[in-house]
């Protein structure tokens, strides 16, 4: 007597996929450290442009979650699928399961690139404060160019209006007598 395998259509489904998947797991590597490298430098642009690189690569130290953080419950890993125990309709949605891992790669090359982009851009993004002095250059170039536009009537002064030292000596003459005044006055 025979016990034949019964098999659930999702385990089939997953077993092509997870086939497929482990074809290209180093490509799930390459994306989290692409997205470590947007986030480190998202860090650097925004909150402090003077971050460490951990390891000598651009990537945020991690923090253990608190206790009873998320859900207790641990995972049960699929079953195995023996492919010659599934009948031609098991086949069929073996074969489905590898499409969609196919699908998966895909869209993991697509998201590898999506990153690669936002890096290429994050990296020459201006810090904060480069920001800061160019809104700043921006605001007096702004000003200096209304002060030229509208320029104001300068009004003379005469040479009595400030104190004078006399060269030679440590007198000083105050505001508004002039050394002419001195000399009648001697």
Aim: proline share 5%.
């Amino acid at each position: 007597m025979t016990t034949s395998t019964l098999y659930t259509a999702a385990e089939i489904l997953q077993a092509g996929r997870d086939e497929i998947r482990r074809t290209f797991a180093h490509l799930y590597a390459e994306l989290e450290e692409l997205q470590a490298a947007v986030d480190w430098n998202w860090h650097r642009l925004v909150v402090d442009e003077n971050v460490p690189l951990l390891d000598g690569r651009e990537r945020l130290a991690r923090h253990a979650a608190p206790a009873g953080f998320g859900d207790t419950a641990v995972a049960i890993p699929a079953r195995t699928v023996h492919l010659d125990r599934l009948s031609a309709a098991g086949r069929d949605l073996y074969q489905l399961g590898r499409l969609a891992g196919y699908t998966d790669r895909e869209q993991v090359l697509t998201d590898i690139a999506a990153a690669a982009a936002e890096l290429a851009l994050i990296r020459v993004a201006p810090t904060r404060r480069q920001r800061q002095q160019l809104v700043t250059s921006i605001v007096r170039g702004i000003d200096v160019q209304v002060a030229r536009a509208n320029p104001r009537p300068a009004v003379p002064v005469a040479s009595g209006a400030w104190a004078v030292r006399v060269p030679g000596t440590t007198l000083t003459l105050p505001a508004g007598v002039t050394k002419r005044d001195c000399i009648l006055a001697a």
